[in-house]
């Protein structure tokens, strides 16, 4: 994986995110790790909320777990009711933070490719990765829950007020999906800021971020209408909800990746630390780290 100065065109970005093998290897291992992470971290944050007084957040994560799983939404949501049933009000910190670590491995090769987009040298060691992944899983846990309650504060106020069933159930979709991009775009921000083995400015990354979040979603939605068309059931049997999911988190890996390239190139200019050399030169003989 080279450095980012070849996608300096969205035709130039699309032909490296296509013909880069490496690329290709990461995301399917980004891939992978999501979709070992999801099941779980959707279960620790359904028993979470359970356990607040209002319903509103809940509601707002199963509609979002409705809208945004690719396929089989009722066999996720009833498996995931009965998980919460049987183990949801025996979750320990020590097991929250089990799940945590698990859904960190997403970041073993997602920091890979960040410091490649950035032009930083050097990964972090295992253990180390573990632990900046095992804070980012927290941060982005508490992105998730602020946003669900946001979107569940907007929810009630609806149904609050005198607006026909469809008019109400149209709001309720429409602010979900508005406060679902904003908490997309703040979780790219903080992996675009943090992940990275260096330091990154936040306006290297800031435009990139909205714009990175922004194309999620719409390859999400495009994803969607293509999933039909797949035949997954046909091709894959029982494993065909997984394999929606894995392919989905595929497509979106390369978005993340796109956004990441992108702003690199944006960081070629300036000085990605202050104080540091451009990324790909060397100080006193010692790629720069952090």
């Not at 009711?81 to 970041?107: C, D, H, K, M, P």
């Not at 775009?185 to 971020?209: E, Q, S």
Request: charged share 15%; aromatic share 10%; net charge positive.
């Amino acid at each position: 994986m080279d450095r980012p100065s070849d996608v300096s065109t969205p035709f130039a970005l699309v032909r490296r995110l296509v013909q880069d093998a490496e690329l290709h290897a990461h995301c399917g291992s980004i891939a992978f790790f999501s979709l070992l992470a999801f099941y779980p971290s959707a279960f620790l944050l359904l028993a979470l909320l359970g356990r607040l007084p209002w319903a509103a957040p809940r509601q707002a994560l199963l509609e979002a777990l409705r809208q945004y799983y690719p396929a089989g939404q009722d066999f996720l949501l009833r498996n995931l009711g009965v998980s919460v049933i049987q183990y949801g009000r025996e979750v320990e910190w020590t097991a929250a933070l089990w799940i945590l670590v698990g859904a960190a491995g997403v970041f073993i090769p997602l920091e890979t490719v960040l410091n490649r987009a950035f032009g930083f040298d050097r990964h972090r060691p295992y253990l180390h990765n573990q632990a900046v992944g095992t804070v980012l899983s927290l941060a982005t846990a508490a992105i998730a829950v602020v946003t669900l309650l946001l979107a569940g504060a907007v929810r009630g106020g609806i149904e609050a007020q005198l607006v026909p069933s469809f008019g109400r159930s149209a709001l309720q979709v429409l602010a979900l999906r508005g406060f679902a991009l904003l908490g997309t775009a703040a979780v790219v921000l903080l992996w675009f800021r943090r992940l990275p083995n260096g330091a990154v400015p936040l306006r290297v990354v800031l435009g990139p971020a909205c714009w990175t979040a922004l194309a999620l979603h719409v390859v999400h939605f495009v994803y969607g209408l293509a999933l039909p068309r797949l035949a997954l059931p046909r091709a894959h049997g029982p494993f065909y909800v997984s394999i929606g999911f894995a392919l989905l988190a595929y497509a979106l890996a390369f978005v993340l990746v796109g956004g990441a390239l992108v702003a690199g190139r944006r960081g070629l200019g300036t000085q990605l630390a202050v104080g540091d050399p451009p990324p790909g030169e060397e100080t006193d003989g010692a790629a720069r780290t952090c």
